[in-house]
């Protein structure tokens, strides 16, 4: 058995506990929406903000992927909602089996939107379906406007891109229109949001996407 | 053989190309680091500012890991050093033999210092020996400050941690104590620098430890 044969067997078992997860999520009428960027792009302040937003009026919930420490799933306790952390052992993004084993822990039940906030990192998470309605990856205007062609396997999968921290963009070298250029060229149909979850600006815009995109799970039953 | 069989298998190869190319850099007296971050912490424009310093007086050269893109070694060709950028097919790190494959074709020889700029990742370049003298973390101050315990691997195998773009430290909320602390726990020896590559401050002390590195390294023979 050759590498790349572990590695087609490793990505079939994936897909099929992605599967059973995505009829369960199906079935419970929650929205499963999978937040995948590089370190520090602000995910979990991302998420901290729309909390403060949509939690009085939305049953929310949330698993953390992280390599280290129970930091990420504690900043969201805080805030009131069910949070589970997967800890990888070292792995670079989650994979299905982690989600399912973080939801038959039952906390997550009830949830309306589960965000799962992946494992930072632009590479990995990419190749593993978490039975998520959607992939989101999010690119700080800290981080430089060439991403998109650097990384084109996530933006190119991605329903959707946030461009977060724009209130650095006074200070840093980020042309958002080079960002918007590579982003269409590698997926036509994804959605460009910017964000800046310290300021509150373009929150409005990413809570309303959530709630539509509810809606419309809903919808199809 | 199982997955962890394979990837004892890799790792051993690369082990075995890394004492190649280590006693192959020790007879060309080229100082060799390999620096490792999430995307966006800065690698290249740090790359572009020591040129800037240092090669008028010693022979640089630079092999850049991307998963996509010869944008990189552009960046820094335009500044009249050699420089090869490695496509790494989509893996997430550079190896060793990739950095062979760098260094037979000639150009990077006469090298007295080689950075070897790792994918931007910060959790699987850290299991690859790439024959490197050491390995330098890079943590921008837009990342946040509780990287390190969140990625605690390669900040307790990096020699050198530099905290990068500290020209933003007035408009993000980041802990220089915090982060200074966590390395200190995870790498006691490891040194902690501060630099901005766009106003300058802290590139003199960056440059006088590549400096003394080779001075050392030279020494040692």
Chains 1, 2 share one sequence.
């Not at 599967?19 to 419970?28: D, G, I, P």
């Not at 939305?58 to 504690?74: C, H, Q, S, V, W």
């Not at 929150?203 to 199809?220: G, I, T, V």
Request: aromatic share 4%.
């Amino acid at each position: 058995m050759t590498e790349l044969d572990v590695r087609e067997r490793v990505l079939a078992a994936n897909e099929s506990a992605a599967r059973t997860l995505r009829e369960r999520f199906r079935a419970a009428g929650t929205l499963v929406v999978n937040l995948i960027s590089s370190p520090g792009s602000g995910k979990t302040t991302l998420l901290e903000a729309t909390i403060a937003l949509l939690s009085a009026r939305l049953k929310l919930g949330a698993i953390d992927g992280d390599i280290a420490t129970e930091r990420d799933a504690d900043r969201l306790r805080r805030l009131g909602i069910p949070a589970h952390q997967v800890l990888t052992g070292g792995a670079c993004h989650l994979d299905a089996r982690q989600v399912q084993g973080a939801m038959d822990r039952g906390a997550l039940d009830d949830a309306e939107i589960l965000f799962i906030e992946n494992v930072g990192n632009l590479i990995c998470p990419t190749s593993y379906d978490l039975g998520e309605d959607f992939k989101i990856v999010l690119l700080s205007t800290a981080e430089g406007d060439d991403k998109p062609f650097k990384y084109p396997a996530i933006f190119a999968r991605a329903a959707v891109c946030v461009i977060t921290k724009t209130d650095l963009l006074p200070y840093v070298s980020f042309d958002l229109g080079a960002v918007a250029r590579q982003v269409a060229t590698l997926n036509p149909a994804a959605l460009l949001l910017r964000v800046s979850a310290r300021t509150g600006v373009g929150m409005d815009e990413w809570c309303a996407l959530l709630e539509d995109a509810l809606a419309r799970k809903r919808a199809e039953g």
